[in-house]
């Protein structure tokens, strides 16, 4: 994960490549700006995750361009999108990431299957909307740190916000994904745990997010936390050509999540409401990220675009 600081910093564009030995390399990825990961008044840019392609090697190499005009555009010439103070960079910081060594997906699942035969977990209820297989904490996150109880807040949720992670779509192990998204947001982001309530991977298998269970309060969209559960899609679902479709497993797996809590918490997904505690103004009761504040892209434009089409399904 690069993250930067200097003037104007979020108009640069970064470009990363990594190699298993110096001298052969991967393609060179753009790396943005992830607002879903900051906060209000971060001096430093959060950069989107870079997942290095499964080699059956480890990249210990790793190059970086720094553009500060975009390919198509001429330094010094103004276009309408360029900023009015030329970007500069003051610092550069990349955070490295290995969480291969852990069980793949349908290990996780077997083993979360084993843990709710255990339990005799049976539908939530015969006549409430059911809740779909998840991946429990229990199951994925097995550092010590992720077995806590001080500092979980509550409050009863009233909005379902749908996210991505914007990591690019190139991985085959997303319980890695999950597991360094979970570092990073613990450790590297200062949040003590995974921001989202809950993730879901390209294959349709959901991951249970952020410690405490239902109701808890996560990180992931600032004033709008409390009173919200977020649905975090694992990939990058923006236009083309940086962002993909969402796969269909995946969006039947978000509309199951989301049809079970907006059942439970009685939610009409065809509304707004001013009932999140930290909001002063009215929002839909099925939003994506972007439409908290309007400062993030977030969860995409091929992804933002299925909302109301995510509305009718869940209905």
């Known amino acids: 994960v690069p993250q930067w600081t200097g003037e104007a910093a979020e108009a640069l564009e970064l470009r990363v490549r990594t190699g298993p030995d110096g001298l052969a390399w991967g393609d060179w990825i753009p790396v ?30 790793v190059q970086v361009q720094v553009l500060f005009a975009s390919p198509d555009e001429t330094p010094g010439e103004p276009s309408p999108a360029e900023p009015a103070v030329a970007p ?44 779909p ?15 806590y109880t001080e500092g979980l807040e509550y409050y009863p949720v009233n909005h379902l916000i749908v996210h991505h992670t914007v990591s690019n779509n190139s991985s085959t192990d997303w319980p890695a994904v999950v597991r360094a998204i979970w570092n990073f947001h613990t450790y590297s982001r200062g949040w003590g745990d995974i921001g989202y309530n809950y993730l879901i991977d390209p294959n349709g298998v959901i991951y249970e997010g952020h410690a ?8 992931h969209a600032s004033g709008a936390n409390a009173g919200s559960m977020a649905a975090s899609l694992l990939g990058n679902f923006a236009a083309a050509p940086n962002g993909i479709r969402p796969p269909q497993p995946m969006l039947s797996s978000l509309v199951e999540l989301l049809s079970w ?41 091929q992804a933002h675009l299925l909302i109301p089409w995510l509305r009718d399904q869940i209905a």
């Open 32 to 61: 943005h700006a992830n607002h879903d990961w900051m906060e209000p008044g971060d001096a430093e840019i959060v950069g989107e995750m870079v997942l290095v392609p499964e080699a059956g090697v480890t990249h210990r190499f």
């Open 88 to 131: 500069t960079l003051s610092q550069l910081r990349l955070t490295f990431i290995d969480t291969t060594g852990g069980p793949t997906a349908e290990e996780l699942v077997n083993v979360q299957q084993g843990l709710n035969d255990q339990q005799g977990l049976l539908p939530e209820s015969v006549t409430g909307y059911p809740k």
């Open 133 to 147: 297989f998840v991946v429990s904490r229990a199951a994925w996150c097995t550092h010590a740190d992720c077995n």
């Open 212 to 219: 405490g269970g239902d109701d808890v309060v996560g990180t």
């Open 261 to 301: 809590k907006a059942d439970q918490r009685g939610i009409n997904i065809f509304d707004a409401s001013d009932t999140l505690p930290n909001i002063d103004w009215g929002l839909p009761n099925l939003m994506g990220h972007r439409d908290v504040y309007g400062t993030t892209e977030c969860p995409g434009d």
